[in-house]
């Protein structure tokens, strides 16, 4: 009795996921992407591997699928955009800056400044602030930015033993 219990929660548990998982492939089903394990998606692809492996690994998904391409990871698609021009967009777009839900804890503390703004507002901050972080105006800091840096490596240092 208990065994048949156990396995109509299994049988349960398996089909509830298998059915969440069909519901999160479904936009991503036109994206071309290797294809994936049941549950774990092309996560053991990544596993143990150095950041070396893993960009030759992108770069050869690129070459087999184009320069858009997804990567089914456990519980979320990951999609890359291997060509210039979409990568521009995507960076310079105020259409795609939004931001992840994990952003949502901060609002209460920082409200909606440059880092958890999206859309034109984020735009608007941006654009008042990037004069400030001008090149020329960052170089009359250098020494500044050294001594600072070099005093919190020692305080680092200290506290490793």
């Known amino acids: 009795m208990l065994t048949v219990i156990v396995f109509t929660v299994i049988s349960v548990f398996f089909i509830y996921i298998w059915q969440w998982r069909r519901r999160l492939c479904r936009p991503f089903r036109s994206i071309p992407g290797p294809a994936g394990l049941p549950l774990v998606g092309n996560s053991h692809q990544f596993l143990g591997k150095t950041s070396t492996d893993i960009f030759h690994l992108l770069t050869e998904l690129e070459q087999q699928y184009g320069s858009v391409f997804k990567v089914d990871v456990a519980s979320a698609f990951w999609l890359f955009y291997m060509a210039p021009e979409d990568v521009e967009r995507i960076m310079t777009g105020p259409e795609f800056n939004c931001k992840s839900d ?60």
Not at 107 to 117: A, D, P, Q
Not at 127 to 139: E, G, R, V, Y
Request: no cysteine; proline share 2%.
């Open 102 to 161: 994990d952003y949502d804890m901060l609002l209460e503390w920082l409200g909606t400044g440059l880092l958890i703004s999206n859309g034109n507002k984020w735009f608007t901050h941006r654009k008042a602030l990037t004069p400030a972080f001008h090149f020329k105006i960052l170089d009359n800091f250098v020494q500044v930015f050294d001594e600072k840096s070099t005093v919190l490596a020692r305080k680092f240092l200290s506290h490793s033993g």
